[in-house]
């Protein structure tokens, strides 16, 4: 059920675009719901919100975010059961992120409850766009950026919050390759790499743009001072099996994204009795453990990404070759289960379904 105390204005399209979507070619981000959540922050307070025909935004070419980077965002995703229940996948650990990332960029915050309030409520309007296919999901943006009409660099005294919604197919179409970064960096200690900001995934273009020259469809960052520790792969957090434990890099960091798949794939290894470790991990003992062939499963963990499969890395003109997709027992499993648990095949142990 979703809450009805909280007061939303609607204003819904005159005709549903959902006609005109090809069900079966769906690219991810392209195609977007009929509807989308504003609300604007402004006098130090949240104005009504409001859902509208989902629609460009008008703005002042001044707009400070768009100069001085104040803007974050978050991802998630909603599918339906068998009965066509919504369901959405750990909205409240998406809601703690959006806040710390919100505090980080001295932003104004929205109470957690709020958040995933204005979420259910911009979802369930939107419902039919939900696709019924295996491996679709309705893709959830939520972000914030800071609007005031002025040159200067201060924290903006005007907000909008936006939730639009896409239905979307997978993120990466096919295993990745992935080449482990030395000179570039995504973020260093003391910096914003927390923070799920836009200038973070602007920072990473040019270093992706040449790993793809070279055949690479992503990089995994190491730390800014050594370059000797992985830390995530900007567009998922990454996880490897090494002699039969699953190593991924610990979030105790101010540089790596806390990311709800990896910390949802941590969880449910555990709880499988899988032996995992979550601390520094070190370029050098992950490139020696591919040498001597221990690594035997990696994959990336994001919520646009899913589980998404790591086929090569390459390290100093190195290339290492993963073994097949069919023999990563544990990817395979928690790919499976997470995808059966979203879509309410199998029961929500752990109560990380939101439903209505
Ligand atoms: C997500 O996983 O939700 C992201 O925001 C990452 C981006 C590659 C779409």
């Not at 919100?102 to 979420?119: A, G, H, K, S, W």
């Not at 911009?122 to 002025?150: C, H, Q």
Request: net charge negative; charged share 30%; proline share 4%.
């Amino acid at each position: 059920m979703v809450n009805d105390s909280l007061t939303l204005k609607i204003q819904r399209i005159e005709k549903s675009r959902i006609n005109q979507v090809d069900w079966d070619n769906l690219p991810f981000g392209r195609v977007f719901s009929d509807h989308m959540l504003v609300m604007d922050y402004e006098n130090g307070e949240w104005n009504e919100p409001e859902i509208v025909p989902f629609a460009p935004l008008s703005l002042h070419p001044a707009t400070s975010a768009i100069h001085y980077g104040q803007s974050v965002f978050e991802g998630m995703k909603a599918n339906k059961d068998e009965d066509g229940n919504v369901l959405i996948f750990r909205p409240d650990l998406n809601a703690k992120r959006f806040i710390e990332s919100c505090e980080r960029m001295c932003m104004p915050t929205i109470p957690e409850d709020v958040y995933t309030e204005l979420i259910k409520r911009t979802v369930d309007l939107d419902r039919d766009w939900i696709p019924n296919k295996e491996g679709y999901s309705l893709y959830i943006r939520p972000y914030m950026f800071a609007i005031d009409d002025f040159i200067g660099i201060k924290p903006s005294d005007k907000y909008k919050f936006v939730i639009f919604t896409c239905p979307v197919g997978s993120y990466y179409s096919e295993p990745v390759n992935v080449k482990i970064e030395e000179h570039y960096t995504r973020a260093a200690s003391g910096g914003v790499g927390r923070a799920k900001t836009a200038g973070n995934y602007a920072a990473s273009l040019y270093p992706a743009k040449l790993a793809k020259e070279e055949g690479f469809h992503q990089l995994i960052w190491t730390d800014a001072a050594e370059h000797k520790y992985i830390e995530e792969s900007g567009t998922m957090n990454v996880v490897f099996e090494i002699d039969g434990k699953l190593v991924t890099p610990a979030e105790d960091v101010d540089t790596i994204l806390k990311g709800v798949t990896k910390r949802s794939v941590v969880e449910i290894a555990k709880h499988w009795g899988v032996e995992v470790e979550e601390r520094k991990v070190s370029v050098e003992e992950v490139v020696e453990a591919l040498r001597e062939g221990r690594v035997t499963d990696a994959f990336g963990a994001g919520t646009a990404a899913t589980i998404a499969t790591i086929a090569k890395i390459g390290f100093r003109g190195e290339l290492f070759e993963l073994p097949s997709v069919e023999s990563r027992v544990l990817s395979n499993k928690v790919k499976a289960y997470l995808t059966d648990l979203k879509a309410g095949r199998v029961e929500d142990e752990m109560g990380w379904l939101v439903k209505f």
